[in-house]
């Protein structure tokens, strides 16, 4: 049984990946561990997520000996500048769900993957990734006087914007249709509530219509399954650098 390790398990994303293992009988929780100093450092899972686990809280990834792999759902300073250098140690492999890297940041972490499997998305959603895919068909047929525009909807606590995923969604139009330049396609952030995650495409032309596509999620189970899912296969990975684009081409992936 893969036994996983959660680094921020205190957070949203990181207390949700928690009760998701302990949920499973698949799975097993290795290790939580929450920013030294943090009030449930020390203290049973059970404090944090509820249930009955009395695995303690550690507050260094380092005291994660019995675990198989991790999934970092941190930020990407703390990342960057406590963590990547604990990984790069441990040697195993590494879940990143944490979004917001730069691109010299996001070079280090492909250094890394020389060394360990790496798996790196700003959604685990595999819905999400098959959302792309039917972008990618639809933004090929527009015609050249189509705006393509992104709208992103999230909680009120989100650090970072753009999100991730609308990132990586212009990434994937820009890609997909050459006649885009990517400073055209704009990305407007709404940040209210608690909205887990929600994206929107637009694709508005000058004959007065306007397509819209959206993809919705309305709980944190969604990223927390999929995180769970890629780190079962990603332990029986090589090294290297890896994303849903590799998972759901895999039967794994497309069964889930
Ligand atoms: N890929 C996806 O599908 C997906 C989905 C949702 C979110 N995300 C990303 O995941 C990240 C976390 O999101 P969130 O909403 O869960 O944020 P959050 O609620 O702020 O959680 C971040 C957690 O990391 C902890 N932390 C900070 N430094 C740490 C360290 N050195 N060791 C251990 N824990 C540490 C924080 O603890 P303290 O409170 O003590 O500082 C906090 O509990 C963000 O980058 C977000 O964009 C990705």
């Known amino acids: 049984?893969?036994?996983?390790?959660?680094?921020?398990?205190?957070?949203?994303?990181?207390?949700?990946?928690?009760?998701?293992?302990?949920?499973?009988?698949?799975?097993?929780?290795?290790?939580?561990?929450?920013?030294?100093?943090?009030?449930?450092?020390?203290?049973?899972?059970?404090?944090?997520?509820?249930?009955?686990?009395?695995?303690?809280?550690?507050?260094?990834?380092?005291?994660?000996?019995?675990?198989?792999?991790?999934?970092?759902?941190?930020?990407?300073?703390?990342?960057m500048a406590v963590s990547y250098e604990k990984?790069?140690?441990?040697?195993?492999?590494?879940?990143?769900?944490?979004?917001?890297?730069?691109?010299?940041?996001?070079?280090?972490?492909?250094?890394?993957?020389?060394?360990?499997?790496?798996?790196?998305?700003g959604n685990f959603s595999i819905a999400l990734h098959d959302f792309?895919?039917?972008?990618?068909?639809?933004v090929k047929r527009v015609s050249v006087d189509t705006d393509v525009q992104i709208v992103e909807y999230h909680h009120n606590q989100k650090k970072d914007a753009p999100s991730g995923t609308a990132l990586m969604i212009r990434e994937a139009l820009v890609n997909a249709n050459p006649r885009l330049q990517e400073e055209n396609v704009n990305i407007c952030s709404i940040r209210g509530g608690n909205i887990f995650g929600e994206h929107e495409v637009i694709f508005a032309n000058c004959k007065d219509e306007v397509v819209t596509f959206r993809h919705q999620v309305s709980s944190r189970e969604t990223f927390a399954d999929g995180a769970i899912e890629v780190s079962c296969w990603l332990v029986k990975q090589e090294n290297g650098m890896y994303n849903m684009y590799d998972f759901c081409a895999n039967e794994e992936g497309s069964i889930c």
């Open 87 to 121: 990984y790069s140690t441990m040697k195993r492999p590494l879940v990143i769900a944490t979004t917001a890297f730069t691109s010299e940041d996001i070079a280090k972490i492909k250094e890394l993957s020389l060394q360990i499997p790496v798996f790196m998305t």
């Open 132 to 138: 792309i895919e039917t972008l990618k068909f639809a």
């Open 1 to 79: 049984m893969v036994k996983i390790a959660v680094v921020g398990c205190t957070g949203k994303l990181g207390s949700s990946i928690v009760k998701s293992i302990l949920n499973r009988n698949d799975v097993e929780l290795g290790s939580a561990i929450a920013r030294k100093g943090n009030q449930f450092a020390g203290k049973a899972v059970s404090e944090l997520v509820g249930g009955k686990c009395e695995l303690k809280i550690v507050d260094d990834i380092e005291k994660a000996t019995d675990s198989d792999i991790f999934i970092d759902c941190t930020n990407a300073d703390t990342f």
